[in-house]
């Protein structure tokens, strides 16, 4: 079966303390793997796109790897407006495709 | 103006009760999603439309009906509202070319069925 799976659940820093928060995946077939930012009472807000093992995509204080069983999305000196809910998905080949979500990372930096 | 609407915004109705959820889009896209968030079980999939005369269940879709009146709207309706379909709901968009890549989310619409 399907699944995505994203750790910490939570995640609280400092100001200026760097950390990752960790995507793995079990899917038939990976079409992409997506990045997406979640501010409470928004839509998600579409970050970055992954496809293939060793890729890496970078914005602003984020970037993104991955790997053939997990993905990574790296916070560099995160500040307070970083905080938010950070998602997960996956497209899966064969069939009929779509996006399969994570739970999420919710990630609170303090000044 | 925002990209992806959404109306209402917040609703509370009762069990039983007829419920339709709006979304309209200015960003040209064909592609149209409705998704539900509940929490610790991530975004799930409803309904998706590839364009006005195609539509597709999406993983949970019991319960649900859609409707693409035009290529800008997708609308969301409960034909009998129960309680466990208390959840938040999100509208997307993408364009044809990027498939299911970069999903345009609207800004949700609360449901509490009582």
């Known amino acids: 079966e399907d699944q995505v799976t994203q750790s910490p659940e939570a995640l609280r820093l400092q100001e200026g303390e760097s950390s990752s928060l960790n995507c793995s995946y079990t899917v038939s077939g990976l079409r992409g793997l997506f990045w997406y930012r979640q501010d409470p009472g928004k839509g998600p807000e579409f970050l970055f796109t992954?496809?293939?093992a060793g890729e890496e995509k970078e914005k602003e204080r984020l970037k993104a790897t991955l790997t053939k069983k997990e993905s990574f999305l790296h916070i560099t000196a995160p500040k307070p407006e970083d905080s938010a809910t950070y998602l997960c998905?996956?497209?899966?080949?064969?069939?009929?495709?779509?996006?399969?979500f994570g739970t999420g990372t919710r990630l609170q930096v303090f000044p | 103006d925002a990209d992806v609407t959404q109306t209402p915004r917040n609703r509370i109705t009762k069990t039983g009760k007829r419920i339709m959820l709006e979304c309209s889009q200015t960003k040209g896209h064909d592609r149209m999603y409705w998704y539900r968030q509940d929490p610790g079980l991530g975004l799930r999939l409803i309904y998706y439309?590839?364009?006005?005369?195609?539509?597709n269940k999406g993983e949970i879709s019991d319960g649900y009906s859609v409707s693409r009146q035009a290529q800008a709207k997708f609308s969301l309706s409960l034909e009998s509202a129960i309680p466990n379909q208390t959840a938040l709901y999100f509208c997307?968009?993408?364009?044809?070319?990027?498939?299911?890549?970069?999903?345009?989310f609207g800004p949700g619409t609360r449901l509490t069925v009582l």
């Open positions: 439309s590839f364009d006005v005369k195609d539509i």
């Open positions: 997307a968009t993408s364009d044809l070319l990027t498939g299911w890549d970069t999903q345009y």
């Open positions: 992954l496809y293939s």
């Open positions: 998905a996956v497209q899966a080949g064969g069939g009929v495709s779509k996006l399969i």
